[in-house]
């Protein structure tokens, strides 16, 4: 009886009780912090003025290590690990693919200093473009003729190469008669009645 006279006389009914004033006053608080940190970030300086975006003036290089096997360790240097390697952004891409969109993605331009908007060229400038692309590709240089001894020189060249093939397939047929000769004794040969295994084809 003692002890049920003990518990019920536990409070249990207990409510957390909050103080709105108070949560009020920390969340203005906290909020002309952020403002403030905003502001200060915004001050930092003027913004940067990046260079316009360029042709690239470099081949990019996909197919050096097309092929090829490497061990890759978890503790190698990023430079060494598999896939490719960007050395302005120090990072690791995976495939050629991806690299690419790398390699032409904002956050790589930014990287060495330029936006992604493009100069405007003016009307000069891009005379002098077509007159160097008319230069560099001259349509007279390209005849019929040369057209015609490029296809006589390929199929020389593959008849030479189908030529050399006959040759060598059948010079590996004369060493191995020359090696099947060799292992069989023509004592014991000519012991059990017969003097070769060759076919008697040529």
């Keep these: 009886m003692a002890a049920n006279d003990n518990v019920a006389g536990v409070d249990n009914t207990f409510r957390r009780k909050f103080d709105r004033e108070e949560y009020l006053e920390r969340a203005r608080e906290r909020e002309k912090q952020e403002s403030d940190s905003r502001a200060k ?3 930092k300086g003027p913004p940067v003025q990046r260079k316009p975006l360029k042709h690239r003036d470099y081949v990019v290089d996909l197919e050096s290590r097309l092929g090829k096997t ?9 430079s060494q690990q598999a896939g490719y390697y960007c050395s302005v952004c120090e990072c690791v891409v995976k495939d050629s693919a991806n690299y690419l969109d790398h390699i032409n993605g904002k956050k790589h331009q930014r990287a060495l200093g330029m936006s992604m908007r493009v100069e405007r060229a003016s009307l000069d400038q891009v005379r002098e473009r077509f007159e160097v692309l008319k ?4 349509p007279s240089s390209f005849t019929e003729q040369d057209l015609d001894a490029r296809i006589s020189k390929q199929q020389e060249e593959e008849e030479e190469r189908k030529r050399q093939r006959r040759e060598r397939k059948k010079e590996k047929k004369k060493e191995k008669e020359v090696e099947e000769e060799t292992e069989t004794d023509p004592d014991i040969a000519a012991m059990m009645g017969f003097g070769s295994f060759h076919s008697s084809k040529k």
């Design 41 to 43: 970030s915004k001050s």
């Design 70 to 78: 490497q061990v890759v360790t978890p503790i190698a240097p990023l």
């Design 135 to 138: 230069k560099r590709k001259d």
